[in-house]
């Protein structure tokens, strides 16, 4: 039986017909969002100067948490280094024999702590002190060495914390023949403990900023809705959902989270670009290789990223807190 081939064109279309539907809906789904993106984008450029107002308020915001985390960061960075090259010096008993300080150095080499231990005996440490001092003349009026044998200890990695020193430091102070252990770990429990304050007082500034950007954003789109009251309520009385009612003040804040964001990079650069050259004397002099890191690409995106989400969570929040108080009645009322 001989097949009509107009049918396959005919199935074809049928089926494209009973997509089509679905294909139409999400369309018109994704036309209309970019459509209310525009609109809302347009609106801001219509209003320049109430708007770059709003995004430097919020790229301030915005940039003083963020510029203190990459404070907080730079000084972490140079925390660590610190640690890394911490060293202990262990001063012998004076009257200790050389076979035994070189026992105390095998036996402190074979703790699990240590990474390598370096004996300086008393005539070396002499010679030293000798040479680097400009004392040789005085130095030949001694009737004895008065220099003990030392032994210069490096921690291993994992020791290299202030709890670790602590304690390798008290395990070699306990051996006998040890007179002394020198380490200053002053310096780094203070840097440690303004370092641990500075991150705390940061993320409380953080919350306290970011509660002030939505609620900045929560009032310039609530402004935004008393402006188009009128529009509001035709766009209801015609059936609008109150998704598609929500949805421009949305876009307008997540706009205006996209300009807070630049607008924060924007200043930290420039901030960055200022400051970098006193930094870099004052480091210089305290002979420290202390830089004032900038945003990389990521971190850029994320700060981007979250200012669109705070002026989302803005507009969200004026738009639940006044759009429901606009009801069609009003007008039936009026």
Do not use: C
């Not at 940039?63 to 730079?74: E, F, M, R, W, Y």
């Not at 650069?269 to 305290?286: H, M, N, V």
């Amino acid at each position: 039986m001989a097949t009509d081939p107009r049918r396959k064109p005919e199935t074809a279309r049928g089926a494209a017909a009973s997509r089509s539907p679905w294909r139409q809906q999400a369309e018109s789904y994704l036309n209309h969002h970019r459509k209310v993106a525009r609109d809302s984008a347009e609106r801001l450029w219509r209003n320049p100067v109430a708007s770059f107002m709003t995004w430097a308020v919020m790229g301030v915001a915005l940039a003083l948490p963020v510029a203190l985390l990459l404070l907080l960061t730079s000084l972490e960075g140079v925390s660590a280094g610190w640690e890394s090259s911490a060293r202990l010096t262990a001063y012998l008993q004076l009257e200790l024999p050389e076979e035994r300080a070189h026992e105390l150095r095998e036996e402190i080499a074979s703790d699990g702590r240590v990474t390598e231990v370096e004996l300086v005996n008393r005539d070396q440490a002499l010679a030293e002190f000798r040479t680097s001092s400009g004392l040789e003349e005085a130095l030949d009026y001694l009737d004895d060495n008065p220099l003990p044998h030392t032994l210069l200890i490096t921690p291993e990695q994992g020791a290299r914390s202030e709890a670790g020193v602590e304690g390798l430091v008290s395990f070699i102070q306990a051996m006998n023949g040890v007179q002394r252990v020198q380490v200053d770990l002053g310096w780094l429990q203070r840097l440690n403990a303004m370092t641990d304050l500075l991150a705390r007082a940061v993320w409380a500034l953080s919350l306290l900023l970011a509660a002030a950007v939505v609620l900045v954003i929560g009032n310039t789109v609530r402004l935004s809705i008393e402006s188009r009251r009128d529009e509001i309520l035709v766009a209801k009385l015609v059936g609008g959902t109150d998704a598609f009612v929500r949805r421009p003040f949305l876009y307008t804040g997540a706009w205006f989270g996209l300009g807070g964001g630049v607008v924060a990079f924007i200043l930290l650069q420039l901030s960055l670009w200022w400051l970098s050259g006193p930094i870099e004397r004052l480091a210089g002099l305290y002979r420290s290789e202390f830089t004032l890191n900038g945003l990389n690409f990521d971190g850029a995106l994320a700060l981007i990223i979250v200012a669109m989400l705070l002026g989302w969570l803005g507009a969200w929040v004026a738009v639940k807190r006044h759009l429901d108080d606009i009801e069609p009645g009003e007008i039936a009322g009026g």
